[in-house]
């Protein structure tokens, strides 16, 4: 296995996340579209930080499980359904994170209260499930993030981040936390939101610049945090 493959990269945005507060007990998932078909990579129930590349599941839109031998939670049901609505989107994380869970109660868009919320500047989407429909019924969350969001918000539960690329939610999953305790203490406080010029350029130095640097620096840091999980690599990658 090569350092670019897709279930060693899985495994390592799990330690990340993990490392950076994102973790979800058991629960929660990270999933990457398998090119060339109506599939994608995703993880079992297990801690973030367990993971590793050779307990990774590929499973079909219609959730018939192609590779591995672990069970996959119902709940991976919105991957299939995001996947089949939105072409754009590569990579799906789900986090119940302490933060963000505390500010999904709110039933309210990210406030703009650091730089870092300006990732989420006109890209967030709210959805309440009323409990009348099945817990895992994916068509109404595909729908919330319509055709140009890349963030639910999951009112009283967590957050969906989506993005092209499994590295473009990670970063985003692990800034959305941060971005909701600023929110979350920003509130208690009475603090003011930057002004809308400073939040759009800040989003556009923060695509550009931000995320890739994010990304790079936390991959290198599992070097030394995670060395098992180098070990599944092979030669010069490990």
Same mark, same amino acid.
């Given at each position: 296995?090569?350092?670019?493959?897709?279930?060693?990269?899985?495994?390592?945005?799990?330690?990340? *996340?993990? %490392?950076?507060?994102?973790?979800?007990?058991?629960?929660?998932?990270?999933?990457? %579209?398998?090119?060339?078909?109506?599939?994608?990579?995703?993880?079992? +129930?297990?801690?973030?930080?367990?993971?590793?590349?050779?307990? &990774?599941?590929?499973?079909?839109?219609?959730?018939?499980?192609?590779? !591995?031998?672990?069970?996959?939670?119902?709940?991976?049901?919105?991957?299939?359904?995001? =996947?089949?609505?939105?072409?754009?989107? !590569?990579?799906?994380?789900?986090?119940?994170?302490?933060?963000?869970? *505390?500010?999904?109660?709110?039933?309210?868009?990210?406030?703009?209260?650091?730089?870092?919320?300006?990732?989420?500047?006109?890209?967030?989407? &709210?959805?309440?499930?009323?409990?009348? %429909?099945?817990?895992?019924?994916?068509?109404?969350? $595909?729908?919330?993030?319509?055709?140009?969001?890349?963030?639910?918000?999951?009112?009283?539960?967590? $957050?969906?981040?989506?993005?092209?690329? &499994?590295?473009?939610?990670?970063?985003?999953?692990?800034?959305?936390?941060? $971005?909701?305790? =600023?929110?979350?203490?920003?509130?208690?406080? !009475?603090?003011?939101?930057?002004? *809308?010029?400073?939040?759009?350029?800040?989003?556009?130095?923060?695509?550009?610049?931000?995320?890739? $640097?994010?990304?790079?620096?936390? +991959?290198?840091?599992?070097?030394?945090?995670?060395?098992? &999980? +180098?070990?599944? *690599?092979? !030669?010069?990658?490990?």
């Amino acid at each position: 296995m090569d350092i670019d493959d897709t279930r060693f990269k899985i495994a390592a945005a799990r330690r990340i *996340l993990q %490392r950076e507060g994102c973790d979800s007990g058991i629960a929660g998932h990270v999933s990457v %579209r398998s090119p060339g078909e109506d599939a994608f990579w995703v993880t079992p +129930f297990e801690y973030f930080d367990e993971t590793t590349p050779d307990r &990774l599941l590929r499973v079909t839109f219609d959730l018939e499980v192609l590779e !591995g031998d672990w069970a996959p939670s119902p709940a991976i049901q919105f991957h299939a359904a995001i =996947y089949r609505e939105r072409p754009d989107v !590569g990579s799906i994380i789900h986090t119940h994170s302490y933060e963000v869970s *505390l500010f999904s109660t709110l039933g309210t868009e990210l406030g703009m209260y650091n730089v870092v919320a300006a990732l989420f500047h006109g890209r967030q989407a &709210l959805f309440c499930d009323d409990g009348s %429909r099945p817990s895992a019924d994916g068509k109404p969350l $595909a729908a919330a993030l319509g055709d140009d969001k890349s963030v639910v918000i999951m009112q009283n539960h967590g $957050a969906v981040i989506t993005g092209p690329t &499994l590295e473009h939610a990670a970063v985003d999953a692990i800034s959305l936390e941060k $971005a909701a305790r =600023y929110h979350n203490d920003a509130v208690r406080l !009475g603090g003011r939101e930057m002004p *809308l010029a400073e939040v759009e350029q800040t989003q556009r130095d923060y695509d550009e610049h931000f995320r890739p $640097a994010t990304w790079a620096a936390n +991959f290198r840091r599992l070097r030394r945090s995670d060395p098992d &999980l +180098f070990d599944h *690599l092979d !030669g010069e990658d490990r």
